[in-house]
């Protein structure tokens, strides 16, 4: 599976849309792309999936380009409770692991 | 929906002994889950695949005979950290894919391991 890159920190302000994007330049055709967001000591929340073209739901909107090569998760109007590490992963279906690897994630500052 | 429970929480045990943990997939079935270990401020590490009715996969590096895992049913899997010790400190982290959804995966909420 395609690994990922990220950037390690972002900061933004209460109210601000925040873009946060993932480069996956290895990406496979039956690999698809998901976000999720942890805080400290819980385990990672899914917060959104896409394959291609824009993916939108309550909490965010998912951007992927037509190369597939990389993907921007937006969060409109961030609160602090936004702070937390966001992570793409790349993955497949049909099941198996095949290298799954989290990247590194970005860890998301909200100020007032 | 889509919800992963994980018990216990937390636990702190004395080296030497086992402990075991439960993945469970509350509102769907999972043929396959999956467990993570997490040090902190370090990202997921994929420790072994869990597969329903199979030997489970164990990535490189990781101890089959250290970790134990079971996939008895569509909705549990535990993992078993025998003889730990103190570098086994860590947070362990299950997910699942539901069945019909397989490119995704939903987690659990974590189990803190202290070994003293």
């Known amino acids: 599976l395609a690994k990922t890159t990220q950037p390690i920190s972002m900061d933004s302000y209460e109210g601000q849309e925040v873009n946060i994007t993932c480069s996956h330049n290895?990406?496979?055709?039956?690999?698809?792309i998901t976000w999720y967001q942890q805080f400290p000591s819980q385990g990672p929340r899914f917060i959104i999936q896409g394959y291609k073209t824009k993916v939108t739901n309550e909490v965010a909107s998912l951007f992927i380009p037509a190369d597939r090569k990389s993907s921007t998760l937006s969060l409109p109007r961030v609160s602090l409770s936004d702070t937390a590490v966001y992570y793409c992963l790349v993955d497949r279906s049909g099941g198996g692991a095949d290298g799954l690897t989290f990247g590194k994630g970005t860890h998301l500052i909200i100020q007032p | 929906g889509a919800v992963v429970s994980q018990h216990p929480s937390r636990v702190i045990c004395k080296s030497g002994t086992s402990v075991k943990i439960e993945c469970r997939s509350l509102?769907?079935?999972?043929?396959?889950m999956f467990w993570y270990r997490q040090f902190p401020k370090q990202s997921l590490m994929l420790m072994a695949t869990?597969?329903?009715?199979?030997?489970?996969?164990?990535e490189q590096g990781v101890e089959k005979d250290k970790f134990l895992i079971n996939h008895a049913s569509l909705t549990l899997s535990t993992l078993t950290v025998t003889s730990a010790h103190p570098e086994d400190s860590s947070f362990y982290i299950c997910s699942a894919r539901p069945q019909g959804w397989e490119e995704t995966q939903y987690f659990g909420p974590g189990t803190r391991l202290l070994v003293l």
């Open positions: 290895n990406i496979a055709t039956n690999d698809y």
């Open positions: 509102d769907f079935q999972a043929t396959t």
């Open positions: 869990s597969n329903e009715g199979s030997k489970a996969t164990y």
